[in-house]
Each structure stands twice: as C-alpha cells, then as structure tokens.
C-alpha cells in the first residue's frame, strides 16, 4: 500500500510538472465544486456566505485569474521565473509531506524512536531554592563582605525571615521546580554552574551540601546567598507521558525521510551536469 501511494504521488508530482505549460483553449468552465471553494473560502475569512453580488465578484476574479494565468503560460511568463520555480518546488514538497502523514505510527515504532532518540526528551532536574539578594549598584566594593557577613549569620540562625534580609528586588525569594536551563536564563550561566556544583543529597556538614545557606554567588544581577533545598535527578520519561512529543517527532523525521527518497526518486530521471567556472574549478571544488 505504502508503494502504491508513494508510487501515485510521483506520478501526479510528474504529471504537475510536465503539464504546466498545458495548451491554450477557448473554453473556460467554473465548475460547481469550484463554487462552492470559493463560497467555502470566502466563509472562512468573513465568517458569513458571500451575498450574490459577492459571489459574483468572486467568480469574475477567478475567470480574470484563469485568463491570466493561461496568456502568461502560453507566452513563457513563468520560464526562469524565480517565484514559480519555488512555488512548484514547494507544491511538490507538500505532496511528499502528504505521503509521510498517511502512516499512523505503532506503539512500538514510537517506543523505538524514543529509546533511539533519549537526549531529545529526557528529563532534566530540577531545583527548588532561595536566594538574597546583594545590588553592587547600592553597596558598591561592600556587596561581597555584606555578603559574606549574612552567610555567617545565617549559618548560626538559619530561622532568619530571609524577605527581610539582603536588597529589594523583583526576584522572588524562593524558586521551586527549575531546570538548569531556566535558571541560566534567569540569572546567567554562572550562577547555573554553582549550583549544579552542590552536593545532594547533603553531605554531612560540609559547606555546600544541600539545605545550607552558601555563597556569595554571582549573578547576572549581581551577588545572591543561596539555600538549595531539593533537587530531582533527570530521567528519560515513559512513553505515556511524551507520547505526544515523540509522535510529533517520529513524523517530522519521516516526513523528511521521504521527501528526500522522492527527490532522488525524481533526480534518477535526469542526467545532471554542472558546468564549474574556471575560478571554481581551479580552487580544487568538485
């Protein structure tokens, strides 16, 4: 079945291309189904059917557009036309997409791509933390000593209402389920390292494990003590919970496999030969 449908859709590709220069007649049918394009068109757009009058227009324009469009063909107007060309380039590659859509994937087919394919959909982990804030900008060469002093306190009297500690800023105090990546967007590529640098789960006492006031760690804003309190390790998902995503992906990669095996499909029909200018061919290109 898979043949026969890649099989017609070469054909009609061939018979689309071929027949573009089709012979100028004297007889111009709007056929009914046409009509009701246009009606269904026009619809669409309005949100309402086309009064007569409109309808009229319609047809007229479509008349006008088929005259156009027959005169231009019958006096070359699309040969070497950039425009065209990849207008009917993109045509046939619509026609290789509708093939690949015709497959509906199994089961097993997508648990496949997604066992092949792990760093596409894996899960990353995911931090829950708190942060002080420090403005360089308000205590200058201080910031970092400031800093330094509050970690020291903190680690004495952890109970401390941190929301009323270190410098006003629209950050939120607490984070909760961010992955590496959103805090690198949010604070910077610095401050992402750091924290996947500390321990969890936590490490006795040492300084950086995990449920530990530690710092002054810098920012794209400025300095932040920082307390992380959870951290979920990364996982690759079951198919149940990204069947969505993998099917998306598993269509998009056969679409493009098919629509490449269509253009050598169609390349085998020519003999192609590529006349290198001197400047090209003498810098060794092949």
Partial sequence: ??????????????TFVTDRKAPRDDEIVVS????????ARFTRTWRRPPSLEELQGLVDDYVREEVAYREGLAVGLDTDDTIIRRRIRQKLDFIASDVASLKEPTAEEL??????HPDDFRIPPRYRFLQIYFDPRKRGGAAEADARGLLAALRRDPDQD????????????????MSLADVASLF??????????FDWPPAGNDARSAGRWHGPIASSYGLHLVRLDARSDGRLPGLDEVE???RREWENERRNTLKEQFYADLLQRYDVTIEWPELVAGGGSQ
């Fill in 32 to 39: 009914a189904g046409r009509v009701e394009h246009l009606v």
């Fill in 162 to 177: 941190i929301r009323e500690l270190g410098d006003a800023t629209l950050l939120d105090y607490a984070f909760a389920d």
């Fill in 1 to 14: 079945m898979q043949f026969l449908i890649v099989g017609a859709a070469l054909f009609a590709a061939s």
């Fill in 111 to 116: 648990a496949q791509y997604l066992a092949s």
């Fill in 188 to 197: 910077g590529e610095e401050f992402a390292a750091a924290l996947m640098e």
């Fill in 244 to 246: 969505d995503a993998v």
